[in-house]
T-cell receptor
Framework: DQQVKQNSPSLSVQEGRISILNCDYT??????FLWYKKYPAEGPTFLIS?????DKNEDGRFTVFLNKSAKHLSLHIVPSQPGDSAVYFC???????????FGTGTRLKVLA | KAGVTQTPRYLIKTRGQQVTLSCSPI?????VSWYQQTPGQGLQFLFE???????NKGNFPGRFSGRQFSNSRSEMNVSTLELGDSALYLC????????????FGQGTRLTVV
């Protein structure tokens, strides 16, 4: 049973435009969500997180939106840059634990 | 501040052998968790240690075990290796408090032949 889903395996975006990556979860107990970026043969790099008490969190070019009723979160990258090309994973957990349930990832390609 | 350090980076083992992987967390971090990444199953949680105690465990067979030392360094062990254990094993460290993220090491690439 896949508790965290990223339904788009890949996404291509033109440099300078907005990238929107989506993630759905099924377990309503999850209350802390994170996005990581990953390059091949490297560990994931933390990007941004959001607690379930918020519906939006911003950090520079990255914004995460959380819709608890729909059990959906999204990551917006504006403007997209070629260096953003990587695989993006969303993860969900219960705050205070580090048992992250990861989605299957979305490969983002930003075209110059 | 040094990041999470995993050793070795690459490892080749034969089926049936056992292997030990090491992880040194970020200084001051008390929580260490381990993940397995494979093409078929994605990133899957193995276990988490906090102050030398296992706090959470994923759905892996008993061949997978771990421990954490008093200096927060952690090791994971896989016994009786199978071909399917070939994967990237990732360690992550965190301060252990609420609302804090985990930082990952570069991983150990294990190949079982």
């Amino acid at each position: 049973d896949q508790q965290v889903k990223q339904n788009s395996p890949s996404l291509s975006v033109q440099e300078g435009r907005i990238s929107i990556l989506n993630c759905d979860y099924t377990n309503s107990m999850f209350d802390y969500f994170l996005w990581y970026k990953k390059y091949p043969a490297e560990g994931p790099t933390f990007l941004i997180s959001i607690s379930s008490i918020k519906d939006k969190n911003e950090d520079g070019r990255f914004t995460v939106f959380l819709n608890k009723s729909a059990k959906h979160l999204s990551l917006h990258i504006v403007p997209s840059q070629p260096g953003d090309s990587a695989v993006y994973f969303c993860a969900a957990t219960l705050s205070g634990t580090y048992k992250y349930i990861f989605g299957t990832g979305t490969r983002l390609k930003v075209l110059a | 501040k040094a990041g999470v350090t995993q050793t070795p980076r690459y490892l080749i083992k034969t089926r049936g052998q056992q292997v030990t992987l090491s992880c040194s967390p970020i200084s001051g971090h008390r929580s260490v968790s381990w993940y397995q990444q494979t093409p078929g199953q994605g990133l899957q949680f193995l276990f988490e240690y906090f102050s030398e105690t296992q706090r959470n465990k994923g759905n892996f067979p008993g061949r997978f075990s771990g421990r954490q030392f008093s200096n927060s360094r952690s090791e994971m062990n896989v016994s009786t290796l199978e071909l399917g254990d070939s994967a990237l094993y990732l360690c992550a460290s965190s301060s252990g408090g609420d609302g804090t993220e985990a930082f990952f090491g570069q991983g150990t690439r294990l190949t079982v032949v």
